[in-house]
């Protein structure tokens, strides 16, 4: 949970690709940020915060810059900006069964101030494909 926030409390946080084309806001409280092993997300390096797009998630792409990597016949797509190259998001390529649309948004594309005290949830997308224990980390000792 960031600095400053509690269960009760509603806040936004918000963050844009490096040349700003892309912004996204996540609306409320982020409850931790995922780091993933796989091959995709080791790559990528990113920190992961999940929503359902249009919900607590909003991605802004008013010029159309994002460009979408989908391997193979996998069931989401990773979300670039096409100007500086920045992974925006991953987003899910159909709904679920409540008809709402999975997403992630990259927490690296926020002030590190704003998601420092972030718990850390660590998943082996590797291997298991599962939690894996937690370590008492947040986002601000995995920054650098």
């Known amino acids: 949970m960031a600095k ?3 269960e009760n409390v ?3 946080t918000r963050g844009s690709c490096h040349c700003g084309a892309v912004h996204w806001e996540f609306r409320g409280v982020i409850p931790d940020a995922t780091i993933c092993n796989c ?7 990113v ?5 359902y797009d249009g919900d607590e998630i909003h991605v802004e792409d008013p ?3 994002l460009n979408a990597y989908t391997r193979g016949s996998r069931s989401l ?3 670039f900006c096409r100007r500086c190259g920045n992974l925006v998001s991953w987003r ?3 709904p679920d069964k409540s008809r ?3 997403i992630a948004v990259n927490l690296r594309l926020a002030d590190p101030a704003d998601v420092a005290e972030i718990r850390l949830r660590r998943f082996d997308g590797f291997d298991s494909f599962e939690d894996l224990p937690a370590d008492g980390r947040n986002v601000a000792d995995v920054w650098f």
């Open 4 to 6: 400053g926030q509690s």
């Open 77 to 79: 797509s990773f979300n």
């Open 92 to 94: 899910g390529l159909k």
């Open 39 to 45: 091959t995709v997300c080791r790559r990528y390096g």
């Open 47 to 51: 920190l992961w915060a999940y929503g």
């Open 100 to 102: 709402q649309t999975r």
């Open 63 to 65: 010029d159309g810059v």
């Open 10 to 12: 509603s806040t936004t």
